[in-house]
């Protein structure tokens, strides 16, 4: 399953990177790429438990970069 946010609030390229790092360590998600230019986060989860997957990827968002908002679009 493909989920599509906006991220508004990351300070540079490399806090993208570091988000991405810590995003692929939740179990469920296959794939993610944060664009910083295009403000989007697009994550590749299981369909399976995905609400959770999103509440986890949101939480890791909220305590590695706590100023960055994320709307999935």
């Known amino acids: 399953m493909k989920k599509t946010f906006k991220i508004k609030g ?25 664009s910083f230019m295009a403000e989007k ?5 299981d369909e399976n438990g995905a609400d959770e997957i999103i509440k986890n990827v949101k939480k890791v ?5 706590p100023d960055v908002e994320i709307k999935e679009i």
Do not use: F, M, P, Q
Request: glycine share 2%.
């Open 10 to 34: 990351l300070d540079c390229a490399n806090c993208a990177l570091e988000l991405e790092r810590a995003i692929k360590k939740i179990k469920g998600i296959n794939d993610v790429t944060i």
């Open 41 to 45: 986060l697009v994550i590749n989860c």
């Open 61 to 65: 968002i909220k305590k590695e970069e």
